[in-house]
């Protein structure tokens, strides 16, 4: 029988994407048996990203400042605007290194049986950036 403390911690990492309950007891295993100054660094690490990960006010990317570096690159083709679904879309994309527009992130897809319609999305905005360019 494990600990209660490596049962919720077990249980909190079985909540993140792609990580089943066997994955996260391993972890959970793993990083109660690391040196702890290692498993303070990455709990630092995620709590700084969280405080300063934000969604950028123009096109919704992830960025840490506002407007993102994307949407202030005047290297980029202004003409061009890549339409996506969620913000963490535009990583593939910038990897293939293929695409030089800008981009807009919708925050989801119209999903009438899930209750998302769209207004539930950042069409209206999409609309507005398409009129100013």
Do not use: N, W
């Amino acid at each position: 029988m494990l600990p209660a403390s490596i049962t919720a911690l077990t249980a909190a990492l079985s909540k993140l994407p792609g990580v089943g309950p066997r994955s996260a007891e391993r972890i959970a295993l793993h990083l109660v048996q690391t040196d702890a100054a290692i498993v303070k660094q990455l709990a630092e690490a995620i709590v700084y990203a969280r405080e300063h990960i934000q969604f950028c006010t123009t096109c919704g990317a992830l960025t840490e400042q506002s407007p993102c570096p994307i949407c202030v690159d005047s290297r980029r083709d202004a003409s061009l605007l890549c339409v996506v679904e969620r913000a963490v879309d535009i990583l593939s994309i910038e990897k293939s290194g293929t695409f030089r527009g800008k981009f807009h992130v919708l925050g989801g897809k119209i999903s009438p049986l899930d209750g998302v319609e769209p207004d539930d999305l950042k069409i209206g905005e999409l609309e507005q950036r398409l009129a100013g360019e």
